[in-house]
């Protein structure tokens, strides 16, 4: 993502009551954030946040974090959540923090589901390690994830795909559905909330891919 600093980011986000200032102190008692016990379900590269509000605003019986790096960005996503449509969500909180502190924030089995959409593809060899599907990524996942948890990845940039594709199965875990033309699978389409990139790359005619896969 093309990112522009903002100055005002950091200052905004930090007063912002759906972000979450100290992630690590909610580890493993996240359900007393929002006063239940529903299942947490966290995107990573939450980006302007379209996907996860919508998802949140769909369903209240979940919990849902969105785990953005910058806050230029996260700006974004709390700007959104701030308007007519989004400001009364109770089942909805950011986290602005590289996902790589992962296991900080969650405990074991504390997380249900993962979203990955539109993930930075590092198509350089050498920054393979820093793709968000990379088996040194779903290392990490596993820690957090419960037993029976899901993995959800979408993404236009094929090559990224294969590669996914591929780490998913080194990784142990059992991919469980897939396709490489998601608007025209109506199984795999039909609840399926698009992004910012999703709209973008799709309006261009970019065929989109996504896989779930379930940790064993
Ligand atoms: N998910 C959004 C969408 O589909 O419209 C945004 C996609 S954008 C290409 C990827 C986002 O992931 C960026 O906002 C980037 O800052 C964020 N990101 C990349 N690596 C990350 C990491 N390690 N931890 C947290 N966020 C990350």
Known sequence: MRLRNIPRADGTIRAHKAVIKRPEDQRGCWGQVFGNKNPLRIEIGTGKGQFILQMAKLHPEINYV?????????????????????????????????????????????????????????????????????????????????????????????????????????????????????????????DNIQTEYEEKFAGRGNPINKLTAVRK
């Open 66 to 190: 969105g785990i953005e790096r910058y806050s230029s960005v996260l700006l974004r996503a709390v700007e959104k959540f701030d308007t007519e449509e989004f400001k009364d969500l109770q089942n909805v909180r950011f986290v602005c923090m590289d996902a790589r502190r992962i296991e900080e924030v969650f405990a074991e089995n504390e997380v249900d589901r993962i979203y990955l959409n539109f993930s930075d593809p590092w198509p350089k060899a050498r920054h393979a390690k820093r793709r968000l599907t990379s088996t040194e990524f779903l290392e990490r996942y596993e820690k957090v994830l419960r037993p029976d948890g899901v993995l959800e990845f979408k993404t236009d940039n094929t090559e990224l795909f294969n590669f996914s594709l591929e780490q998913v199965k080194e990784a142990g875990w059992m991919l469980t559905n897939f396709t490489y033309d998601l608007h025209h699978n109506e199984e795999m389409n039909k």
